[in-house]
Nanobody
Framework: QVQLEESGGGLVQPGDSLRLSCAAS????????MGWFRQAPGKEREFIAT????????VYADSVKGRFTISRDNARNAVYLQMNSLKPEDTALYYC??????????????????WGQGTQVTVSS
């Protein structure tokens, strides 16, 4: 069992940066693929980024590639999402999730076993 708690969201202006954090409980954090997803009002939840267990592979959605960076610290049981050059269309509730899938990484929401409650990011001038 893994419990996830996101933090770091807020209201920012276009072009600003934010760093989201996700703290995980449990002693097996390093055994999980980690991912970030987001859900904007009236839209389905979508994949943002995923990172393999030892941080050797990261994959991003095209919409955030080059602006967002996912990282993890297995010693601290934490995963991060650095978001730069934020745009109004990045406004959403951001979730971190953990997957015990046998893959090295995955963008498939159905393969994620544990989810946090989300942290709101609003980008507006």
């Amino acid at each position: 069992q893994v419990q996830l708690e996101e933090s770091g969201g807020g209201l920012v202006q276009p072009g600003d940066s934010l760093r989201l954090s996700c703290a995980a409980s449990g002693r097996t954090f390093s055994s999980y693929i980690m991912g970030w997803f987001r859900q904007a009002p009236g839209k389905e939840r979508e994949f943002i980024a995923t990172i393999s267990r030892r941080s050797t592979v990261t994959v991003y959605a095209d919409s955030v590639k080059g602006r967002f960076t996912i990282s993890r610290d297995n010693a601290r049981n934490a995963v991060y999402l650095q978001m730069n050059s934020l745009k109004p269309e990045d406004t959403a509730l951001y979730y971190c999730a953990a997957s015990s899938s046998g893959y090295s990484y995955t963008d498939n929401q159905a393969l994620y076993d544990y989810w946090g409650q989300g942290t709101q990011v609003t980008v507006s001038s």
